[in-house]
């Protein structure tokens, strides 16, 4: 067949063009159906969010945990509501995971609290008895770099339109807004721990990594 094509030019375009158009027609016609695709009432994480988010990347969390209910009933009576792919929509990257040493944490925000989450990064073992998780408690002391997400945040929403600063939607501005709506956001959170060394930064106007790892841990739901 293609001998034979070699040999009539014309046919041979007309053969191109037909595989080049229809590449070209399957890469195309998904994005035409992103308007309609469900964010299943999900919106963007606010800065705080997405700052303990890159906590969570930074100190591997999700090399033990996935977050992806799967439909089985075996995991859904344990985590809740199976996953849908909605409730990605504003992930990059997604971490969906494979290997769970721990629980799965999808909606971890549902069924734990500020104070346990305190509890459990500083000591593991203190509410989870014989775990093999390691202690964090260098997040208590490390001052979490809200610079960096603040620029993802502006990035993934001049590039890839991700709804901030619209109605209903966490609102960026500038980055001295920005981080004064987070420090407002950690002082909630921080009223709800025990470690006085952590009140006392937020109070000072700094925010441990402790802090916007938990307001990403209570955003997951």
Not at 9 to 25: D, K, R
Request: aromatic share 12%; net charge negative; hydrophobic share 40%.
């Amino acid at each position: 067949m293609f001998h034979w094509l070699e040999q009539r030019p014309f046919f041979f375009a007309v053969a191109l063009f037909l595989t080049i158009a229809f590449a070209g027609l399957i890469e195309i016609i998904p994005d035409f159906g992103k308007a309609s695709q469900p964010t299943v009432g999900t919106k963007p994480y606010s800065l705080l969010e997405l700052t303990g988010r890159h906590v969570y990347i930074k100190d591997s969390c999700n090399a033990c945990h996935s977050q992806l209910i799967r439909p089985f009933k075996s995991e859904t009576d344990r985590y809740g509501m199976y996953s849908l792919s909605g409730e990605y929509a504003y992930d990059r990257p997604f971490l969906w995971g494979s290997k769970r040493t721990g629980p799965d944490l999808m909606r971890v925000g549902n069924y734990r609290t500020t104070d346990w989450h305190e509890n459990h990064m500083k000591d593991p073992s203190s509410v989870v008895p014989g775990t093999v998780m390691p202690s964090y408690a260098h997040q208590f002391t490390n001052v979490a770099d809200v610079d960096t997400a603040y620029a993802e945040a502006v990035t993934v929403r001049d590039v890839f339109g991700v709804p901030y600063d619209k109605e209903g939607m966490p609102i960026l501005g500038t980055l001295e807004e920005a981080k004064a709506a987070a420090l407002k956001e950690a002082e909630l959170i921080a009223a709800d721990m025990k470690d006085q060394d952590v009140k006392d930064a937020v109070a000072a106007g700094k925010i441990p990594e402790i802090v916007a790892i938990i307001a990403y841990m209570n955003s997951l739901k």
